[in-house]
């Protein structure tokens, strides 16, 4: 890549009438370039994961690192096995704690949002500095008391003990707050409530569907929050069938010094659990982007 | 055409949920008069055990949870004990026994437990009791340590197995000379375990009572001179300093970098997971001595079955402890499924363990010579803060070996970190 950056500036000696032509075109370059070097570090791990899901426990730490081997369909049918079968469970208990904590989250966070932005009333902005504070402060400082907290009501080792947490997340009020502000106009609402609309229905018919575009960012942050969060679930389950699939990957992968650690099987499962994140990305993202070009249309 | 499509995938979420949901909910209702036992364990496989239990014991019914593997397991059972909703019963390592004791984690089981009391060796049973009366866990599996050496690699260099600790740094010397890609061993800063047991083996004592007073004694004459040993080892470049169940390790022992391990009984299983190229070269020897002719041991590992303070049904708890590491159905079972060394002496000799692991296929008598070296395992007295020993060990190892001090300074760090988080929780300590 190097030997290209010397090469730009000899042709423009070569052709001094159309410097000015030239010289975004070779400025480009390094955008380009520096593109492709973030490109490369963030997809070199899942490169590395998808070849080393291929091989079986010898061979994953002799041969070459990003050599394919033939023990894919091994190491899926070992993970299939493992415990009967109890990895698609976890797959399933990740994808419930992450499709309805991230539907829960983002409602929440969608009328919060437009309340906080919509109405003028006493506190409000004393609430929204607490939740700007609340986006400060880090998920994990948080998974101790809430146990303690759930406990109380004996809610943990149950699904409502990662769900719960989950729901309120101050990040998405404040981003659904923006959103709201900028996608909602005044006149729209004060043309409804001439109209006689009440403001439930104002919010459900008129403002919810506007502020969809921004919901659904909010829930794709949580979503992949939640799928990908470890400590939460970690600290409040201890019903093996309810693990999501970071806990469960860890207790194959941590199981004390006198049992091998399941490497090819962890991998593979690592895998599999990245696959559904990528399809959510894919189609939702294509979503999104229609929307917020519809959406500033109508505002 | 949109809503059309967050709406399909917001269904298949929803419907996740409503799939997942009933299932679970309909496991975990008892049927009349039934006990209902709830046990925490990491061992692989013991859900097969638990099977067999159930299948046998339809009023004692027993519900696994499979955990994470050692330290992670006593965290856990801290915070939930602490919440009032801890497991029937625990897997425990036997360092692990005593914080879980002086936090009234787990229950005095002596009465129920008496009736197995010599189904185990003394010295096993003295690791439940921590010396007293009462009896907090039945023992599962135990952790001699022996030596393993590559065979192959050991008459292509020719070397004699090491039996004494300078034979054994004579060893790692000439290999580093023969061959200089390779080592001996590794010392590994981040496996205090395995410190604990070489310490056990030169008769380190890191923990004592005498009444309500604890005499701790981790920077002890046997520990220090053990430290100095792998320190010297080490500052000379004889044995590699990497530590150990990381994947550069398991690459090491698979492409021959590293050519001996002193470790336990449950090696095999290990090296059978994560160096599979390298199986039926390996062979076990007992482990080198300080004095030669000596014949002595520590232990790395092993484990026990607890039941929890908590507990509404502790007689029925112990039962199934009872049952599950003494009788014969149950520990031929921990053996084949698990993998386990089992504590219980009549397990010892299940015609399970006439023949070699799989992955020794060479050496007829692994599991008699594994036997008799089991009988020469040093007792241990374990103290109420082992996991802060540990964690310290970790640290002060890790600077000592990156900063190149001497390793004794490392074990007078673990002692002070260890005598002052002691005193902190108000245990007397003598000075």
């Not at chain 2, 008459?155 to 004699?160: I, K, N, V």
């Not at chain 2, 390793?407 to 970190?417: K, L, P, R, S, Y």
Request: net charge neutral.
């Amino acid at each position: 890549m190097t030997a290209l950056a010397p090469s730009v500036p000899v042709h423009d000696d070569a052709d001094p009438r159309a410097p000015r032509r030239r010289a975004p075109r070779r400025a480009a370059w390094l955008p380009t370039v520096v593109l492709l070097i973030g490109a490369i570090y963030c997809l070199l791990p899942v490169a590395w994961v998808l070849a080393a899901s291929t091989k079986g426990g010898s061979s994953l730490f002799t041969s070459f690192t990003f050599a394919p081997g033939g023990d894919l369909p091994a190491n899926l049918g070992d993970l299939s096995a493992y415990s009967g079968g109890i990895y698609w469970k976890w797959m399933l208990n990740t994808l419930l704690y992450a499709g309805v904590g991230g539907l829960l989250s983002a409602l929440v966070s969608g009328l919060s949002g437009y309340t906080l932005a919509k109405y003028r009333f006493a506190g409000r902005s004393v609430i929204f500095n607490v939740l700007l504070a609340g986006v400060l402060v880090p998920g994990v400082t948080l998974a101790i008391p809430q146990y303690l907290l759930l406990a109380e009501v004996g809610l943990t080792d149950t699904y409502w003990a990662v769900l719960l947490p989950n729901i309120l997340s101050p990040y998405g009020i404040y981003l659904a707050r923006i959103y709201a502000a900028a996608a909602v106009p005044d006149t729209v609402l004060e043309a409804a409530r001439t109209d006689g609309a009440s403001e439930g229905r104002i919010f459900g018919r008129v403002a919810l569907p506007m502020m969809l575009p921004g919901l659904v960012t909010v829930f794709l942050f949580q979503f992949v929050a939640i799928w990908n969060n470890f400590l939460l679930p970690f600290v409040m389950l201890s019903d093996d069938d309810k693990f999501p699939v970071t806990v469960g990957l860890f207790t194959l992968l941590n199981q004390g010094q006198t049992v091998p650690a399941l490497y090819s099987v962890v991998i593979v499962g690592v895998l599999i659990s990245i696959l559904p994140l990528i399809a959510l990305f894919l189609t939702l993202q294509r979503y999104w982007r229609l929307d917020l070009v519809s959406g500033s249309v109508k505002g | 055409m949109k809503a059309k499509l967050l709406a399909v995938v917001l269904a298949a979420a929803l419907c996740a949920a409503c799939t997942s949901d009933p299932g679970d909910d309909g496991q975990g209702a008892p049927p009349g008069g039934k006990v209902e036992l709830s046990f925490w364990s990491w061992a692989p496989n013991i859900d097969k055990t638990v099977d067999a239990w159930n299948a046998g014991h339809p009023d004692i019914h027993v519900t696994l949870s499979k955990q994470a593997g050692g330290g992670d397991i006593v965290t856990k059972l801290l915070t939930a004990a602490k919440a009032g909703n801890p497991p029937d019963l625990a897997q425990v390592e036997y360092q692990s026994l005593p914080t879980l004791v002086s936090n009234d984690v787990l229950a005095d089981i002596a009465r129920e437990a008496a009736p197995v009391k010599d189904k185990f060796a003394d010295g096993v049973w003295q690791q439940v009791t921590l010396g007293t009366d009462a009896v907090y866990a039945i023992p599962q599996d135990s952790g001699p340590m022996m030596l393993y050496y590559r065979t192959d690699e050991f008459a292509r260099l020719g070397l004699s197995v090491p039996k004494t600790w300078d034979e054994f740094a004579r060893t790692a010397r000439a290999v580093r000379q023969k061959a200089p890609k390779k080592y001996l061993t590794t010392f590994s800063a981040n496996d205090p375990g395995w410190f604990t047991g070489l310490a056990q083996q030169a008769g380190a004592a890191w923990w004592g009572i005498d009444g309500e007073t604890w005499k701790v004694s981790v920077n002890d004459a046997a520990t220090r001179k053990v430290a100095d040993y792998w320190g010297g080892l080490v500052a000379e470049g004889a044995v590699d300093k990497q530590p150990m169940y990381t994947p550069a390790w398991n690459k090491a022992l698979n492409d021959g970098t590293l050519i001996a391990w002193p470790s336990a009984i449950w090696a095999p299983g290990v090296l059978a997971g994560n160096a599979p190229a390298t199986k039926g070269k390996w062979a076990m020897a007992p482990m080198p001595q300080w004095t030669a002719g000596e014949n002595r041991t520590g232990s790395w590992g092993g484990s026990s079955t607890g039941v929890t303070a908590a507990s509404k049904n502790k007689a029925a708890a112990v039962k199934f402890a009872a049952w599950m590491n003494a009788d014969p159905a149950a520990t031929d079972l921990l053996i084949s499924q698990s993998a386990i060394y089992p504590a219980a002496r009549a397990a010892q000799s299940s015609p399970l363990l006439a023949q070699p692991p799989a992955f020794f296929a060479g050496q007829k008598d692994f599991y008699p010579s594994a036997k008799a070296i089991a009988e020469t395992a040093s007792g241990f007295v374990w103290g109420p803060n082992v996991n802060v020993a540990y964690d310290t060990y970790k640290d002060a190892f890790g600077k000592a070996i990156t900063g190149r001090t001497p390793f004794a300074g490392a074990v007078d760090t673990m002692q002070a970190a260890t005598v002052a988080d002691m005193q902190k929780n108000g245990f007397k300590v003598a000075s």
